[in-house]
């Protein structure tokens, strides 16, 4: 038997049998066999730790998701005070994101590391995430007082009990 090539088993067809003559890994491939591997782990688990990577998996995709929303309504905010910087003006939109913003923060009985404020002509939308349905309520009313009826509020905060 002449030297190995990258992939090939270290032994004769004859020593290993018929079942893995001239198996060559190349040809085999990772692609097919990490999906057999992981298959033929998974169905030794019990119900229980598939329900369990199942919802670890899930939550996973979910902050996925809410980090990437985040990330657009940041970028589209930074994206707008460029143009402005840019263009030598201001936008109104500007002020009043940042007082509707700095109410919420400074508002004692509302906790949010995350609150993301965007408006957009008379339209004014809250992202993030407060500990309470309360607390959701109290942000909400909070920058209806401070907007008038001028303005429609887009409540998108999201509640998820702190520690």
Request: aromatic letters at 2%; glycine letters at 8%.
């Amino acid at each position: 038997m002449g030297p190995l090539k990258q992939g090939q088993l270290a032994m004769s067809p004859m020593e290993a049998g018929p079942a893995t003559a001239g198996i060559n890994l190349n040809q085999v491939g990772l692609r097919i066999l990490v999906p057999i591997v992981a298959v033929i782990t998974l169905t030794g688990c019990s119900p229980e730790a598939r329900r369990d990577y199942s919802a670890a998996g899930s939550s996973v995709a979910t902050a996925a998701k809410d980090t990437g929303k985040a990330i657009g309504a940041d970028a589209k905010a930074v994206g707008h005070s460029v143009a402005n910087a840019a263009n030598g003006t201001t936008d109104p939109n500007d002020d009043t994101t940042k007082r509707i913003k700095k109410a919420i923060l400074d508002a004692p009985d509302i906790q949010t590391n995350d609150l993301v404020v965007e408006a957009d002509d008379r339209k004014v939308t809250l992202r993030g995430t407060v500990q309470s349905e309360i607390q959701n309520q109290l942000a909400e009313h909070l920058a209806r007082r401070l907007l008038g009826s001028a303005y429609e509020v887009d409540d998108q905060l999201q509640v998820s009990p702190g520690p």
